[in-house]
């Protein structure tokens, strides 16, 4: 392992994009090696055996790609085995629930979250128990939202359908009363203008992107083991399993930079 080396991120799709993000502001000298498992995704309605063999498939791929520092940008990964992977294979992983249930446990006045995610994540109940660990007083409310993610990834969050969709999930943690929503999938941020219209303006919606970018800072400072190169040198790598025109779609417009993306079938 050397400072030189990449940071490497996976998820279903394009969701962990928006931690990509939160990395190139707050670490602009680290180079990104990015897998975005789209032939796989959704990954949500998926047994957590299954998810754990995708990601530790994909752990095994980053590696190859000399990464570092590996951040599991997937809450449905990181709810099926963040523990295993960590385990399994010896360089830094994280994962994207900790960071945030901290953040949101930051914001909370009424002591009553919400959590939303995909049913994988939902059903693991990782975002409950880590809740209640911090803080047992803590009222928290879950709500699987599994079409989120196809709305996402399929380009439709601007479709007038999905404020509908939105509504209808959202409706009991808004009867709840929560004054916190976590965005516990992290495809969830790029339509979290429609999540927000619908929770109204008294209700603080929680990303863990800069939260785990945060994370990901201290453990590489920690180990002497930030990139000291010039932000502009930096080339980073994206890699799809399905198709690179839909990612790049979404992509491009969000990190605001041309992707060259590779597909690599993972078998
Ligand atoms: N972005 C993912 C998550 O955070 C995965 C969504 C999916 O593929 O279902 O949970």
């Given amino acids: 392992m050397n400072s030189n080396h990449a940071i490497g991120l996976l ?6 994009l928006t931690v990509v993000q939160e990395i190139m502001k ?3 000298q680290e180079k990104i090696v990015y897998f975005g498992d789209t032939a796989r995704m959704p990954y949500g309605p998926r047994p957590q055996e299954q998810v754990r063999g995708f990601a530790s498939q994909i752990i095994h791929f980053l590696i190859t790609q000399e990464v570092k520092l590996i951040i599991v940008a997937c809450n449905t990964a990181t709810a099926a085995g963040l523990p295993f992977y960590q385990k399994e294979f010896s360089l830094p992983i994280i994962g ?3 960071p945030g249930v901290r953040a949101a446990l930051r914001q909370t006045r009424t002591k009553k979250i919400g959590v939303i995610g995909t049913p994988g994540t939902i059903d693991s109940k ?4 880590s809740i209640k660990r911090h803080d047992p007083t803590v009222q928290v409310y879950s709500q699987a939202c599994p079409l989120f993610v196809l709305i996402v990834e399929n380009g439709l969050v601007e479709n007038p359908e999905t404020i509908c969709v939105a509504e209808e999930y959202l409706r009991p943690l808004r009867e709840a009363g929560v004054d916190v929503l976590i965005l ?4 969830y941020p790029l339509m979290s203008h429609v999540i927000g219209k619908v929770m109204g303006p008294g209700v603080t919606l929680i990303s863990s992107a800069a939260e785990t970018a945060l994370e990901a800072k201290n ?6 083991m930030l990139r000291q190169a010039a932000p502009e040198k930096v080339k980073h790598r994206f890699f799809v399993s399905g198709n690179p025109a839909p990612f790049n779609a ?3 417009p969000l990190l605001q930079s041309s992707l060259a993306t590779y597909q690599v079938l993972l078998t």
């Fill in 126 to 129: 990782a975002y409950e128990e």
């Fill in 219 to 224: 453990i590489l400072a920690r180990e002497n």
């Fill in 250 to 252: 979404i992509g491009e």
């Fill in 184 to 187: 516990g999938c992290t495809h």
């Fill in 96 to 98: 994207v629930i900790e």
């Fill in 11 to 16: 998820d279903s799709g394009v969701g962990g």
């Fill in 26 to 28: 707050q670490l602009p």
